[in-house]
């Protein structure tokens, strides 16, 4: 079946862009996260949603990160104002169930450079 | 910041060899996780243990927590050119919704 896909793969934003990130979990999946990986580091973890409930937002690194998931289903992760510290690879991730506490299915990622 | 730290950093083996990697923690869990990535590539899960199970096998790797320790190690038997990877370990803590992440190993498996 179909996996977790991301779009767009690659981003390029200037400073100061504002950019989004989409995310398509697996159908039925309950659980999202969103994680950050910097080169040659672990992802990090940035928010979590139960359905459309946005639980856990404590690794959004300012308030120029938002993300929503409106119908429990497709997310979006917004960048405004983008700056050159935010470059790296912004990862999604889908669950079956409500914790983390079991696999998680990760999508390919979204390599945003910004210049 | 992330807690979970792993070592080594970087293996290079020959292929056919054994390769371990370690992951330690700071605070108590529920589970540690082993994932692996490809270069560019999303993470796979290779596999999950609790923390109430001390071994774990599936096919070629072996898994080991010790929670007095709070480290972790992942064996990979007979490795392969197709395992050469990043592997990270990830933990879910006792009160926490979320994965935490190692940084990583990168193992290199030469033909």
């Known amino acids: 079946g179909a996996g977790v896909s991301q779009s767009p793969r690659y981003k390029v934003a200037k400073r100061g862009q504002d950019v989004a990130l989409r995310c398509d979990p697996i159908?039925?999946?309950?659980?999202l996260f969103w994680y950050q990986q910097a080169l040659g580091q672990g992802p990090e973890f940035l928010t979590y949603?139960?359905?459309?409930?946005?639980?856990?937002k404590s690794g959004l690194p300012s308030d120029r990160f938002f993300a929503e998931r409106p119908e429990g289903s497709v997310s979006t992760l917004k960048i405004q104002r983008t700056q050159q510290e935010d470059s790296a690879v912004y990862l999604c991730a889908s669950s079956l169930v409500r914790t983390p506490s079991y696999e998680q299915y990760f999508g390919p990622g979204t390599r945003l450079t910004v210049t | 910041s992330q807690q979970g730290e792993e070592d080594p950093q970087a293996l290079s083996i020959q292929e056919g060899e054994n390769a371990t990697m370690n992951c330690s923690y700071k605070?108590?869990?529920?589970?540690l996780q082993w994932y692996r990535q490809n270069s560019g590539r999303g993470l796979v899960h290779l596999i999950l243990?609790?923390?109430?199970?001390r071994e774990k096998h599936s096919g070629r790797l072996r898994v080991t927590l010790d929670t007095s320790k709070k480290s972790s190690s992942l064996l990979i038997t007979a490795s392969r050119a197709a395992d050469t990877a990043s592997y990270f370990c990830a933990t879910d803590h006792q009160g926490a919704q979320k994965l935490v992440f190692g940084q990583g190993t990168r193992l290199t498996i030469n033909p």
């Open positions: 243990i609790r923390s109430n199970e």
């Open positions: 605070t108590s869990i529920n589970n």
């Open positions: 159908s039925g999946h309950v659980s």
């Open positions: 949603f139960q359905n459309e409930a946005q639980l856990d």
